[in-house]
């Protein structure tokens, strides 16, 4: 049948907020619904969603979600999704489980990578190998393994070991927590992706029965965005979907019956540290309708309001009572009956009481008095900008949309509410202006709403290793009960298992995974937009000033560089790091820190600030340091936006030690955060300290030291002339960095946003000090940072997994940078690594960075194992080696490369490469350059040297539990243990 007679079209309509063409489809044999959204965006993108509601906690839609990509009917081999990602030139490649969905989504701007994605998508989803064979779900899921007799039975399978690392996150356990105390009585009180306590319940029969009752036409939703073709689209649906008959959509969500009385749930989380300030609040309102649209925005309209901008005032009155150290938002419009909430960190269960009397007054005297106009419009103007700027950074738009779309159709509702924004919005400004209408919204949907909870985690020292010991004893009770057949039989399973892992797949397998040649690819870098002009200030100076002319909708991207080259020392760096998250979030003379954030709010898309560290190309010893100050403005906004610019850059002023107490404070609850769920940031950045000078910058930045000097400083801040101290520290670095002699100035807009910022930049330069004229313009190299002599270290943090890493400057021990060595990075991810430490090893995650400067590091996350994974690291040279991969057979390799290299850039996104580049020395014939030797690339071997030198000069940093880390320890694997986190 053809596509015009599969499908029936239900409606179109044209969309002007995100420049599409919306077309409905109903699929004639099954009932599927198919949504189009037509543009002239050439990243196309393709999304098929299936409900997926859980019935327990043991992870069932989630391991799916795994298992379904390692292999199906027509893409023969063990894991289809890893062979996309070496040979495709896809700009996303993923699948993703929700509360009560489950989306596989794929974008390309190859046409005929799109159509190989998407097939392989559906095959996958459709007729998946999990209904002939175990090991998918073993792997993926949960196993029981054992493969010996003698040896001890553990529970092994990557999304297990994924969630154990979730659920050692106090931060995301309390909103589990929330969660399922708010929605008792629907599924919505179970865990989608699983609870490690509750994943090895989980039966292969149940597993295939969920994916049968689950994973079909009638209970799916696609989203097609971009310029392909539509009719052939619809085709390749329809060859998928009409092997099935037409059967009833599974039921949504049922609705939670409203509360009478909020619930109060207290619980533990594992911390050495049980002092009365590391414990959590979290109080939390189901608040109407996720398919309401304009209740959806107006709680993200409210959220910032009241808990996100500076000065918010619910977030400012629980701080400034002591009710805790750091106030975080809440808001899941993504479930049927939406959260409103805030989480309370630092804190103590015996404030609970405090807490919430504070949060009714507070709200109480916002509707008795009104929410400040400033406010409103600031938080209403700032959602507005984001909406028209639709900058998702490395995220396509169609796979946004997808998701947005996703919110309302999912429950039956209209999938383009979400999209077309414009009367949305209106209908909120035309409230505000009638009056009370986030007033309104506070009241009904907070004050007098009896559908609340509040949810308490308090630290309990040696719960994980309470909860590993018992664990351990279930499993040495489980197996002394098993008959011997039984026992023999789960050793016979996992030996089975590992010998199919480490088994190739077939010629004939690999011949079944459609793939790119050289000739679909690009030969050409994209060429960024960047020209290298002049300001001229009122002294002697001339001023760089960096063009990147590019379309952008009339909005300006203005960055103002400052180069910290002969100020920056080592025990200066907490500082510098410090002074660069205040800008915009503290007092200056004239206006105080909540106003200020009013003013960026309702004049800008906002106001930014960050370090970066540039190595000079393919160097590991010189580099570049400037601070970054970024505002995004329309073009009619420029001159108010450079009199923000002006006055917190000049008029600076951190008197107020509370507010600086407050940002301290909040970095160090961010940090604790970062450190458990990407602890691999500090296991890279370790390594990268131990021989790059570089390195040892950023780590003194942002790394473990830093963390440590918060916790210090926060700790002794009321101790005599410290917090004196620190301010006027802060001051003087402010006065010695916002110099004009430090200043590159770089603007990424069309040639009349360039030219408009030229000159209104004339004002902010006359305010700007001048303390000296460089001998040679900005920013200069730095080289003297010493090396560490403090190398091999454990950081212990309260977890029962590890991001275990390996790393070394190859460039020092005789290997440059050539892009031959991208392929190489490439083939270790997605064969050695992945095999040996993902698929063998149950790590969630394991990867290679190689930088230009010569930073090599394999690093693994989310990993159950700690020597094994060094073990796997000492062998990959030889393990590479013995792929035998070479010529021809490494051009889907070189294609894979060559889309990271080619990934789409926003036009924010081109100025901030383009100058990173800049500063780095790196020109486009470098990147040119690069370009060819990947695509000329013809053997690893330069990679197995590399991996050859990691054996054998490499540096070992590891983030882990405490016991396993002195373990290592005590074999010599680790020389340092630090304590990070208690």
């Known amino acids: 049948?053809?596509?015009?007679?599969?499908?029936?079209?239900?409606?179109?309509?044209?969309?002007?907020?995100?420049?599409?063409?919306?077309?409905?489809?109903?699929?004639?044999?099954?009932?599927?619904?198919?949504?189009?959204?037509?543009?002239?965006?050439?990243?196309?993108?393709?999304?098929?969603?299936?409900?997926?509601?859980?019935?327990?906690?043991?992870?069932?839609?989630?391991?799916?979600?795994?298992?379904?990509l390692c292999g199906s009917r027509k893409y023969k081999t063990k894991e289809p999704f890893v062979d996309l990602m070496k040979g495709s030139l896809n700009t996303f490649l993923n699948a993703m489980t929700f509360t009560d969905r489950t989306i596989y989504p794929v974008a390309s701007r190859?046409?005929?990578?799109?159509?190989?994605?998407?097939?392989?998508?559906?095959?996958?989803?459709?007729?998946?190998?999990?209904?002939?064979?175990?090991?998918?779900?073993?792997?993926?899921?949960?196993?029981?393994?054992?493969?010996?007799?003698?040896?001890?039975?553990?529970?092994?399978?990557?999304?297990?070991?994924?969630?154990?690392?979730?659920?050692?996150?106090?931060?995301?356990?309390?909103?589990?927590?929330?969660?399922?105390?708010?929605?008792?009585?629907?599924?919505?009180?179970?865990?989608?992706?699983?609870?490690?306590?509750?994943?090895?319940?989980?039966?292969?029969?149940?597993?295939?029965?969920?994916?049968?009752?689950?994973?079909?036409?009638?209970?799916?939703?696609?989203?097609?965005?971009?310029?392909?073709?539509?009719?052939?689209?619809?085709?390749?649906?329809?060859?998928?979907?009409?092997?099935?008959?037409?059967?009833?959509?599974?039921?949504?969500?049922?609705?939670?019956?409203?509360?009478?009385?909020?619930?109060?749930?207290?619980?533990?989380?594992d911390s050495e540290d049980t002092s009365g300030d590391r414990g959590y609040i979290s109080f939390a309102w189901q608040v109407g309708r996720s398919v309401d649209s304009e209740l959806s925005l107006s709680l993200e309209l409210l959220e910032h309001m009241l808990l996100t901008t500076q000065g918010a005032p619910l977030k400012e009155a629980l701080i400034k009572a002591g009710m805790g150290k750091e106030v975080t938002p809440m808001l899941d419009t993504d479930l049927l009956q939406p959260i409103f909430g805030l989480i309370i960190k630092n804190t103590d269960r015996s404030k609970v009481d405090l807490a919430r009397?504070?949060?009714?007054?507070?709200?109480?005297?916002?509707?008795?008095?009104?929410?400040?106009?400033?406010?409103?419009?600031?938080?209403?103007?700032?959602?507005?900008?984001?909406?028209?700027?639709?900058?998702?950074?490395?995220?396509?738009?169609?796979?946004?949309?997808?998701?947005?779309?996703?919110?309302?159709?999912?429950?039956?509702?209209?999938?383009?509410?979400?999209?077309?924004?414009?009367?949305?919005?209106?209908?909120?400004?035309?409230?505000?202006?009638?009056?009370?209408?986030?007033?309104?919204?506070?009241?009904?949907?907070?004050?007098?709403?009896?559908?609340?909870?509040?949810?308490?985690?308090?630290?309990?020292?040696?719960?994980?290793?309470?909860?590993?010991?018992?664990?351990?004893?279930?499993?040495?009770?489980?197996?002394?009960?098993?008959?011997?057949?039984?026992?023999?039989?789960?050793?016979?399973?996992?030996?089975?298992?590992?010998?199919?892992q480490e088994a190739p797949d077939s010629e004939e397998a690999i011949a079944t995974i459609p793939t790119l040649k050289l000739a679909d690819v690009d030969k050409k870098a994209e060429v960024l937009p960047i020209r290298h002009d002049w300001l001229q200030s009122e002294g002697k100076e001339r001023i760089a000033y960096l063009e990147h002319e590019t379309p952008t909708n009339g909005i300006v991207y203005s960055r103002l560089l400052f180069d910290v080259s002969g100020w920056a020392t080592t025990e200066r760096l907490p500082l510098l790091s410090l002074l660069s998250y205040t800008i915009g979030k503290t007092s200056t003379r004239h206006t105080r820190y909540t106003d200020l954030a009013n003013r960026i709010n309702i004049s800008t898309g906002g106001v930014s600030s960050r370090v970066e560290v540039s190595n000079r190309r393919y160097t590991g010893t010189d580099f570049v340091a400037t601070v970054q100050?970024?505002?995004?403005?329309?073009?009619?906004?420029?001159?108010?936006?450079?009199?923000?610019?002006?006055?917190?850059?000049?008029?600076?002023?951190?008197?107020?030690?509370?507010?600086?107490?407050?940002?301290?404070?909040?970095?160090?609850?961010?940090?604790?955060?970062?450190?458990?769920?990407?602890?691999?940031?500090?296991?890279?950045?370790?390594?990268?300290?131990?021989?790059?000078?570089?390195?040892?910058?950023?780590?003194?930045?942002?790394?473990?030291?830093?963390?440590?000097?918060?916790?210090?400083?926060?700790?002794?801040?009321?101790?005599?002339?410290?917090a004196e101290t620190i301010t006027a520290q802060l001051a003087d670095a402010a006065r010695a960095l916002f110099d004009r002699g430090r200043l590159v100035v770089s603007a990424t807009a069309d040639r009349t946003g360039i030219e408009t910022l030229r000159a209104g930049m004339a004002p902010l330069l006359a305010r700007l000090l001048c303390a000296s004229v460089p001998a040679s313009p900005p920013p200069a190299l730095i080289s003297d940072f010493k090396l560490r002599e403090e190398v091999d270290e454990g950081y212990v943090i309260p977890t029962t997994i590890h991001s275990v890493g390996k790393g070394l400057n190859v460039n020092k021990v005789g290997h440059p940078f050539h892009g031959s060595l991208r392929v190489g990075t490439k083939v270790l991810d997605l064969e050695y690594l992945w095999q040996r430490v993902r698929v063998q090893g149950s790590a969630y995650g394991c990867f290679a960075i190689l930088r230009r400067s010569g930073a090599f590091v394999l690093v693994s996350f989310r990993d159950p194992k700690l020597a094994e994974t060094l073990?796997?690291?000492?062998?990959?040279?030889?393990?590479?080696?013995?792929?035998?991969?070479?010529?021809?057979?490494?051009?889907?390799?070189?294609?894979?490369?060559?889309?990271?290299?080619?990934?789409?850039?926003?036009?924010?996104?081109?100025?901030?490469?383009?100058?990173?580049?800049?500063?780095?020395?790196?020109?486009?014939?470098?990147?040119?350059?690069?370009?060819?030797?990947?695509?000329?690339?013809?053997?690893?071997?330069?990679?197995?040297?590399?991996?050859k030198s990691l054996q054998e000069h490499g540096f070992v940093c590891v983030v882990g539990p405490d016991t396993s880390i002195k373990a290592a320890a005590s074999k010599g694997i680790i020389k340092r243990v630090v304590p990070v986190l208690g």
Request: with cysteine.
């Open 1 to 68: 049948m053809a596509a015009a007679e599969a499908f029936g079209t239900v409606r179109s309509e044209a969309i002007a907020e995100i420049s599409a063409v919306a077309t409905l489809y109903e699929h004639a044999r099954t009932g599927a619904r198919v949504l189009k959204l037509q543009s002239k965006d050439d990243n196309k993108a393709f999304t098929i969603s299936f409900g997926t509601l859980p019935t327990d906690n043991s992870g069932c839609a989630h391991i799916a979600e795994h298992s379904v």
């Open 871 to 947: 073990t796997a690291y000492d062998e990959a040279a030889k393990g590479l080696t013995a792929l035998g991969i070479a010529g021809p057979a490494l051009e889907k390799y070189i294609i894979g490369c060559i889309a990271d290299e080619d990934s789409p850039l926003t036009p924010s996104m081109k100025g901030e490469v383009a100058d990173s580049r800049w500063l780095a020395g790196l020109t486009h014939e470098d990147v040119q350059r690069e370009r060819e030797e990947i695509l000329a690339t013809t053997s690893l071997a330069g990679m197995a040297a590399c991996l």
């Open 629 to 722: 100050i970024s505002c995004k403005f329309l073009l009619p906004k420029v001159s108010v936006a450079m009199g923000i610019l002006a006055e917190i850059l000049t008029e600076y002023d951190f008197s107020d030690k509370s507010r600086v107490l407050e940002l301290v404070r909040e970095m160090k609850a961010k940090y604790e955060k970062r450190l458990q769920t990407s602890a691999y940031d500090f296991v890279t950045g370790g390594l990268a300290s131990y021989d790059s000078p570089a390195g040892v910058f950023q780590y003194n930045l942002g790394g473990i030291p830093f963390f440590k000097w918060l916790v210090d400083t926060e700790k002794r801040w009321s101790e005599p002339d410290v």
């Open 110 to 269: 190859n046409t005929k990578d799109f159509h190989n994605l998407a097939s392989v998508y559906l095959d996958a989803v459709f007729w998946p190998r999990i209904h002939t064979s175990v090991h998918p779900f073993l792997q993926e899921g949960i196993r029981r393994h054992i493969e010996k007799p003698e040896d001890p039975i553990t529970l092994a399978g990557i999304v297990y070991n994924e969630m154990k690392g979730a659920y050692s996150s106090p931060d995301e356990y309390i909103q589990r927590l929330v969660q399922r105390t708010l929605f008792p009585d629907t599924p919505f009180s179970f865990d989608s992706g699983g609870d490690p306590n509750d994943i090895s319940s989980l039966t292969r029969e149940k597993f295939l029965e969920f994916h049968t009752h689950c994973y079909h036409p009638s209970n799916s939703l696609t989203i097609l965005y971009g310029d392909g073709d539509t009719k052939a689209e619809l085709a390749l649906l329809d060859s998928y979907f009409c092997q099935f008959d037409r059967k009833e959509p599974l039921p949504t969500a049922p609705i939670q019956a409203p509360f009478t009385e909020a619930p109060c749930v207290h619980e533990d989380y």
């Open 357 to 500: 009397e504070l949060i009714w007054s507070t709200l109480k005297k916002l509707v008795a008095e009104g929410i400040p106009a400033d406010l409103v419009e600031g938080s209403v103007n700032h959602g507005e900008f984001l909406l028209r700027e639709a900058d998702f950074r490395g995220l396509p738009k169609g796979i946004v949309y997808a998701i947005q779309a996703l919110q309302s159709w999912n429950y039956g509702a209209d999938p383009l509410s979400m999209l077309a924004f414009e009367a949305t919005l209106a209908r909120i400004r035309q409230g505000v202006r009638s009056g009370k209408y986030f007033e309104t919204l506070i009241e009904k949907y907070l004050l007098n709403n009896p559908h609340r909870c509040i949810v308490t985690l308090n630290p309990c020292a040696g719960l994980t290793a309470r909860k590993d010991r018992e664990l351990a004893d279930h499993l040495a009770q489980y197996k002394a009960s098993l008959p011997p057949e039984r026992l023999n039989e789960l050793v016979e399973q996992t030996r089975e298992l590992l010998a199919a």
